[in-house]
């Protein structure tokens, strides 16, 4: 029995299941999608408001229904690298005036002050931050 051609296979078969074993090694970008929908604006959207100050807030819905122009909705989806899709709809009911009478959000949105921590303030310190002689006009 010849030995080379037997190492080779396994050595083969070895190299290709370990390469599909390796699973999330390509970055994937996180995808949102339809309208952003921060948990502080939503808030700020009352009852008796007009539908220009709802659009101001909220900018164009995505959906508006065509048998009933007096409700929009507002669907955002986000979607995080490899988790799951999560979608938010917030459902803006107006009357005939065009004043809104009620508002239904799915379900809570994600704070934002958690998700903003790439945002931090690097500030120098020590002799870094001293002027030197060639940027006198700081």
């Given at each position: 029995m010849q030995l080379k051609p037997v190492i080779a296979v396994i050595?083969?078969?070895?190299?290709l299941s370990a390469c599909s074993s390796i699973n999330k090694v390509v970055y994937r970008i996180d995808v949102p999608q339809g309208n952003y929908l921060e948990a502080a604006t939503v808030q700020q959207?009352?009852?008796?408001m007009t539908k220009e100050q709802v659009q101001y807030l909220l900018g164009?819905?995505?959906l508006?229904?065509?048998?009933n122009a007096n409700t929009w909705h507002y669907v955002y989806l986000?979607?995080?690298?490899?988790?799951?899709?999560v979608q938010h709809t917030l459902v803006v009911t107006f009357d005939n005036k065009g004043i809104v009478t009620n508002t239904d959000l799915d379900k809570p949105l994600p704070d934002?002050?958690?998700h903003s921590?790439?945002?931090?303030i690097i500030e120098a310190t020590g002799a870094a931050s001293e002027?030197?002689?060639w940027q006198f006009w700081k």
């Open positions: 050595a083969l078969a070895l190299s959207v009352k009852a008796g164009t819905p995505v508006q229904d065509p048998f986000q979607q995080h690298s490899y988790e799951d899709p934002v002050e958690k921590v790439n945002n931090a002027k030197s002689w």
